[in-house]
C-alpha cells in the first residue's frame, strides 16, 4: 500500500481527544440518534424498501480505536435508520485490509463499498473489482464540492470510479521562528527552487566538523519527498495511456538531479533526512523546512503548543509549477454488488460534508470536501488549513490508470539512493528503474 510515510508513532494529534468526546457523547444519548442528530440537522426521509438489504463495507480504519468506536456507534445506527439499509462494517488495518481483499474478490466474497488508495485504482480496475460512478454522480452536485485534482485521483478513461472521503496533501512546512533567527522575514517562505537553495544556505547549521546540527529541509529520501520535485519541474511518473515509466524524461531527471544536488552539491542538508526525534523534524527543529501531510500540524500541537503557531505551511516553492503531492482516499463501489443503489447510498451518506468532518476530526485527516474545510471545526478556525485547499488546486495528481503505481514509485526512490550510495550516477541508474517500471506496468 502507498501510504503516506511520516516518521512518526502516530501523528493523531489533538483532534483525537475532542472526537473521544464526541464518541462518548453520542454513545451516552438513548437510542443513539445517529449523525443527523449529532449534527442538529433533521434525517432525511427513509425510501421506501421492499425487502431488507444488507450491504457489507469494508475501511482499513482499525489504526484508531476511537474510529471504530465511531463507525459502529455512530455512523452505523446513523445510516441505518435514514436507510433501512442494514451495513455490515468490517474494519481492519492497513496490512491485513490489503492482503485480504484481493482474496475476498477471488473467493467471489467481495465487499460492496470499500475503500481505494491512490496507487490502487488502476489495479483494481485491471482486476474487474470497481465500477464507474458515473450513473449516480453525473447529476450529483456534491461533485462541485471536491478540488479538481482529488476526482481526477479517481478518474479513468473519463469515467469517474471513486468519491474522496480524505485529502492527504503534501504540503511545504517551514518553521517561522527558525527563519526570523537566520535574518530570513517569517512572512517569505520560499517561492521557488532558487529561493530554497539561498534560504537553504542561511538556515543551515554544522559543526566545526562540517556535521549538520540542522538541516535547511529534511532530505529523507523516500519517494514521497523525492516525487514533488519531478512534477514541479513538469516531469510524470507515467506516461499518459499508463504504459511505461516516464520519470527518465529530461525534466524529471533534472528535478532528481536537483533533490541529489540540495545535498550534494549546495550543501544545505544531509543526503539521508533529519534525525528522528520521535516527531517530524520540522516538529522537532532539527529541520526548518520539510514536506509533510496534514498530521504535521497535529504533531506541532501536542509536542510544542506554545510554538504551535511558529509551524508556517504553504504552496510548494517553484520551478515550473507548484504542485506539491495528493494522495487521496476514497469510496470504491464493488463490481460484483447486488445493491448497486444501495450501495451508493452509503457513498452518499459517507461523504456529506457533516459525516467528513467527524471522521476526519477522529483521524486528524483533512475532509476531502471544501465545505467541510471551510465550515467545520477546527479547519474553519485556523487559516492554515486553507492552504491545504490552495495546494490541492496546485498539485497533478497521481496516475490513476497506472497499474502497481506504488512500485514505480518506489523505483524512483532507488534510482535516488542508489545515486546517494555513489553506486551509479543518476542517469544509469533512473534508466535502470525506469525500464524495471515499465516492465511492472506492463505485467511482463
Known sequence: MMRWVGRTAGGKGVAVSKLALVVATVAGLAGLTGLAGLAGVAPRARAATSAKVTLTVMTPES?????????????????????????????????????KLPVLFAGGRGPD??????????????????????????HWAGLQDYPKAALLDGTIGGQLYTVPYRLDQRIFYYRKDIFEQSGLDPRRPPQTWDDLVDMG??????????????????????????????????????????KRAAFDSPQAIEALQFFV???????????????YQGVESVVAGTAAMQYGGAFVLGQ??????????????????????????????????????????????????????????????????????????????????????????????????????????????SAIEAAVRTTLEGKQGLQQAVATEAERATQILQGR
Do not use: C
Open 113 to 138: 463499498v470499500f475503500v481505494a488508495g491512490g496507487e490502487l485504482l488502476g489495479t483494481y480496475v485491471k482486476a474487474r473489482m470497481v465500477q464507474p460512478l458515473d450513473k449516480w454522480t453525473d
Open 63 to 99: 489504526e484508531n480505536p476511537a474510529a471504530i468506536d465511531w463507525y459502529n456507534k455512530v455512523l452505523k445506527p446513523a445510516f441505518e435508520k435514514e436507510t433501512g439499509i442494514a451495513l455490515n462494517l468490517q474494519i481492519t488495518d492497513w496490512n491485513t485490509y490489503l492482503q
Open 201 to 242: 544556505r542561511k538556515l543551515v547549521v554544522r559543526d566545526e566538523k562540517g556535521e549538520f546540527k540542522r538541516d535547511a529541509i529534511n532530505l529523507w529520501p523516500h519517494w514521497s519527498n523525492v516525487a514533488p520535485f519531478v512534477l514541479q519541474n513538469g516531469g510524470r511518473f507515467v506516461t499518459t495511456d499508463g
Open 261 to 275: 544536488d540540495l545535498s550534494q552539491k549546495y550543501k544545505i542538508a544531509g543526503p539521508w533526512g533529519s534525525p
Open 300 to 409: 506541532m500541537a501536542s509536542a510544542d503548543p506554545k510554538n504551535v503557531d511558529e509551524l508556517g505551511v504553504t504552496l510548494p516553492p517553484k520551478k515550473v509549477n507548484r504542485s506539491g503531492l495528493l494522495y487521496v482516499n476514497k469510496w470504491a463501489m464493488s463490481r460484483t454488488t447486488k445493491n448497486p443503489d444501495a450501495a451508493w447510498k452509503f457513498i452518499e451518506f459517507a461523504t456529506r460534508p457533516e459525516v467528513l468532518a467527524e471522521i476526519s476530526r477522529i483521524n486528524s485527516h483533512v475532509p476531502a470536501r471544501i465545505s467541510a474545510i471551510k465550515g467545520f471545526s477546527p479547519w474553519r478556525d485556523d487559516p492554515r488549513w486553507l492552504a491545504f485547499l490552495a495546494a490541492a488546486d496546485e498539485t497533478i495528481p497521481f496516475p490513476a490508470n497506472a497499474n502497481k503505481l506504488g512500485d514505480v514509485m
